[in-house]
T-cell receptor, first 111, second 115 residues
Framework: GENVEQHPSTLSVQEGDSAVIKCTYS??????FPWYKQELGKRPQLIID?????GEKKDQRIAVTLNKTAKHFSLHITETQPEDSAVYFC??????????FGTGTRLTIIP | KAGVTQTPRYLIKTRGQQVTLSCSPI?????VSWYQQTPGQGLQFLFEYFSETQRNKGNFPGRFSGRQFSNSRSEMNVSTLELGDSALYLC??????????????FGEGSRLTVL
């Protein structure tokens, strides 16, 4: 089955700097790659997703890039703010099969 | 529109007991998935139900089971509880078509502690 690896497990950046989280997946047939943000004590929420027919997608300060050949995708957050502090999860799936999540990255924004 | 509702929010059980968790999805969502969340392990997929049928299943032992009712509400059951079953159990509903995965809307979770 699908295996998703996520790095780093923790990341601290100065406010205003950029943060990058990377994930690799094992199933070359995977075609859907969402990112979820989970603030402390709250439920995970989708922040951005990308499908395999697109190489990059942006939404204001966040962007996701996908490299199908290398089977990896990344989340980029620019101009980080304190409210970006959270745990971020990447995930991958094939068609309507189960969504497999990475183990998460705890992002801390240092004021 | 009401979000995903999970009950109970917190519960404490002892080893060997069983537990049933409930999830009411967003109105109109026919897909309900269950995840186990533990520190360091992220979100581990348990199973997914779509129109009362189990569509996908994760790698959990048979002690973990679930079902979905005609109104899309879902329950999961864990029998013969073990200490390692202590976790946050998250339910998520989705408005999916037959051929693709859509956004998951998570509930606040049921935190199970096994003593």
């Amino acid at each position: 089955g699908e295996n998703v690896e996520q790095h780093p497990s923790t990341l601290s950046v100065q406010e205003g700097d950029s943060a990058v989280i990377k994930c690799t997946y094992s199933d070359s047939a995977s075609n859907y790659f969402p990112w979820y943000k989970q603030e402390l004590g709250k439920r995970p929420q989708l922040i951005i997703d990308i499908r395999s027919n697109v190489g990059e997608k942006k939404d204001q300060r966040i962007a996701v890039t996908l490299n199908k050949t290398a089977k990896h995708f990344s989340l980029h957050i620019t101009e980080t703010q304190p409210e970006d502090s959270a745990v971020y999860f990447c995930a991958a799936s094939v068609g309507n099969e189960k969504l497999t999540f990475g183990t998460g990255t705890r992002l801390t924004i240092i004021p | 529109k009401a979000g995903v509702t999970q009950t109970p929010r917190y519960l404490i059980k002892t080893r060997g007991q069983q537990v049933t968790l409930s999830c009411s999805p967003i109105s109109g969502h026919r897909s309900v998935s269950w995840y186990q969340q533990t520190p360091g392990q992220g979100l581990q997929f348990l199973f997914e139900y779509f129109s009362e049928t189990q569509r996908n299943k994760g790698n959990f032992p048979g002690r973990f089971s679930g079902r979905q009712f005609s109104n899309s509400r879902s329950e999961m059951n864990v029998s013969t509880l073990e200490l390692g079953d202590s976790a946050l159990y998250l339910c998520a509903s989705s408005l999916v078509t037959s051929g693709s995965t859509g956004e998951l809307f998570f509930g606040e979770g049921s935190r199970l502690t096994v003593l």
